[in-house]
């Protein structure tokens, strides 16, 4: 499977673990595959959602889908790290 350049923030590790949790593979079969402790794969797992703001596998699939399409579509995508709330606001 690939992995829209939206990723390019993670580590080669946190790549290879989403793109496991992207075919709906369990953390315990994520660990087993990469000769991994589960809590490692936990820990990888827990880094990608809080570097692409998600906060569940659903959430990373729609982020990632969505990327995907306005890029097939031609159109400029912001950074995941930018939301339209935070631009242009200024708070003080």
């Known amino acids: 499977m690939q992995i829209p350049?939206?990723?390019s923030a993670l580590t080669q590790m946190e790549n290879v673990v989403v793109?496991?949790?992207?075919t709906g593979r369990a953390n315990k079969c994520i660990a087993g595959d990469l000769i991994l402790s589960q809590r490692t794969i936990e820990v990888h797992r827990?880094?990608?959602f809080n570097k692409m703001r998600v906060r569940n596998a659903i959430e990373l699939v729609k982020r990632l889908?969505?990327?995907q399409k306005?890029?097939?579509q031609?159109?400029?995508v912001m950074p995941v790290?930018?939301?339209s709330s935070e631009?242009?606001?200024t708070s003080g």
């Open 87 to 89: 631009i242009g606001s």
């Open 5 to 7: 350049v939206l990723t």
């Open 81 to 83: 790290w930018f939301s």
């Open 46 to 48: 827990a880094s990608v």
């Open 74 to 76: 031609g159109r400029q």
């Open 19 to 22: 793109g496991k949790v992207l």
């Open 65 to 67: 889908t969505f990327y």
């Open 70 to 72: 306005e890029k097939d």
